[in-house]
């Protein structure tokens, strides 16, 4: 079991700045591939970001490619997602995922396994 709690979340103006982090504790952080995904009110949950275990490989949703960078610290089992030039539709909640054994790419279109509960992020125009 893997558990995941999300933090850095808040409400920020248009073109703000703010860096989420998602800290995983439980089973080894080793060979997860780790993502974030948002989901906005009346829409569905829809992917933003992803990074392979060894940091290697990264996969963005077209909607923040060029403004938002996830990486991760393995040795602090935390993966962070830096989100620049912030838009009022980036407006959602936020959530970390982690699954075992897959690509950044495949986060994208595969179900994680591990969820956090969510971080708000507000962008007021």
């Known amino acids: 079991q893997v558990q995941l709690v999300e933090s850095g979340g808040g409400l920020v103006q248009a073109g703000g700045s703010l860096r989420l982090s998602c800290a995983a504790s439980g089973r080894t952080f080793s060979g997860y591939a780790m993502g974030w995904f948002r989901q906005a009110p009346g829409k569905e949950r829809e992917f933003v970001a992803a990074i392979s275990w060894s940091g290697g490989s990264t996969y963005y949703a077209d909607s923040v490619k060029g403004r938002f960078t996830i990486s991760r610290d393995n040795a602090k089992n935390t993966v962070y997602l830096q989100m620049n030039s912030l838009k009022p539709e980036d407006t959602a909640v936020y959530y970390c995922?982690?699954?075992?054994?897959?690509?950044?790419?495949?986060?994208?279109?595969?179900?994680?396994?591990?969820w956090g509960q969510g971080t708000q992020v507000t962008v007021s125009s």
């Open positions: 995922a982690a699954e075992y054994g897959i690509s950044a790419q495949a986060m994208g279109v595969l179900s994680p396994s591990y």
